[in-house]
């Protein structure tokens, strides 16, 4: 069976990705998940101030919303990491490590934004996944 999802770290022409994928394609069933906050399950900010708990937080609520649509980080072919500061992409990636090994990397896109919807969060993070059906 062939896998369902490709990646393509490096198309002709275009300088090596480091950190992320440059493409990633798929076949099957769509998943959309929402940015992901650093809260738990009654709402509560996890680590206040601190990006690595932070970001630990964010991956488990994404591992949880992606295992409720049947999917897995497996399947994730986009991540879309919204910081309020750049400085916070190593904790972040350091987080992500420890659920998508390298080879696995999806696509992704950081931003930096002026706020999030609650000012004590330091990021959201959203996904993308595609499922083999």
Do not use: K, W
Not at 60 to 78: K, S, T
């Amino acid at each position: 069976m062939t896998e369902p999802i490709t990646r393509i770290a490096a198309p002709d022409g275009v300088a090596p990705a480091t950190a992320y994928t440059h493409v990633v394609t798929g076949r099957g069933r769509f998943v959309a998940v929402a940015g992901q906050l650093p809260l738990d399950e009654n709402g509560t900010l996890v680590g206040p101030g601190d990006p690595g708990a932070q970001a630990r937080q964010v991956f488990e609520n994404l591992r949880r919303c992606l295992a409720a649509a049947g999917a897995g980080f497996d399947d994730v072919v986009r991540l879309t990491f919204f910081v309020t500061d750049m400085a916070y992409m190593p904790a972040i990636r350091a987080a992500r490590a420890a659920y998508i090994p390298d080879d696995r990397l999806p696509a992704a896109s950081a931003v930096q934004v002026v706020a999030l919807v609650r000012p004590e969060c330091l990021m959201e993070i959203e996904a993308t996944a595609v499922v083999a059906e």
